[in-house]
């Protein structure tokens, strides 16, 4: 896209980091379109070579918060299933035999009438690998009308997906760990939530 994202945003911010024709300068990885939440971005390429070097040996902690549909028989359930391109729809991944491994870890947190909120940690990072392993074990993400929710539902305006907690190595060699509190319209309907 030309305009409105992020690359966009560095490309103004940050001129001396981006090369001529580089498509993704200095992102290091990313998140589904309406998750909010962390991203890193690198300053320069030998801190973004580093950087994803990290994400590929999964030594990264990624945790999340999501609001699914429903609860989990159980508190905490892992969910170790392949994922690649939906071959029924192209705009969607699924589980798919031979897909890209992939690891999703899940902890109800707490119960609401039809929706469980969850902490989600993943040692991989494939394409919507939350929204697609909620939804195969029947739970989808509030709000992701893609993968079985309702759309609209709980007046969500996107699904209900936070990427809140990231903890790597800067470059320099020194540990980080950042959160983000969960934004106010996502907060707003857990506050509804909370009030039934």
Not at 63 to 88: F, K, N, Q, S
Not at 130 to 142: Q, S, T, Y
Not at 185 to 196: F, H, N, P, R, S
Request: glycine content about 8%; aromatic content about 6%.
């Amino acid at each position: 896209h030309e305009h409105g994202t992020l690359v966009n945003a560095l490309r103004w911010l940050r001129p001396d980091a981006t090369a001529p024709g580089d498509v993704r300068p200095g992102i290091v990885h990313r998140l589904d379109k309406d998750t909010s939440g962390l991203i890193v971005v690198a300053k320069n390429e030998p801190a973004r070579l580093t950087l994803t070097r990290q994400w590929q040996e999964r030594s990264v902690l990624k945790r999340y918060t999501a609001l699914v549909v429903g609860h989990l028989p159980e508190v905490r359930a892992t969910v170790d299933a392949p994922i690649a391109r939906d071959p029924h729809n192209r705009k969607r991944m699924a589980v798919v035999a031979g897909g890209r491994p992939a690891v999703t870890h899940l902890e109800t947190v707490a119960r609401y009438r039809g929706y469980s909120l969850l902490d989600v940690t993943i040692e991989t990072g494939r394409t919507h690998q939350i929204r697609v392993h909620c939804a195969f074990v029947k739970h989808p993400v509030a709000g992701d009308w893609l993968y079985g929710a309702t759309r609209g539902e709980l007046g969500l305006k996107r699904h209900f997906l936070h990427a809140r907690e990231l903890a790597f190595r800067l470059p320099s060699g020194r540990d980080i760990h950042l959160e983000s509190p969960l934004p106010a319209d996502l907060q707003a309907v857990l506050d509804a939530l909370e009030a039934e």
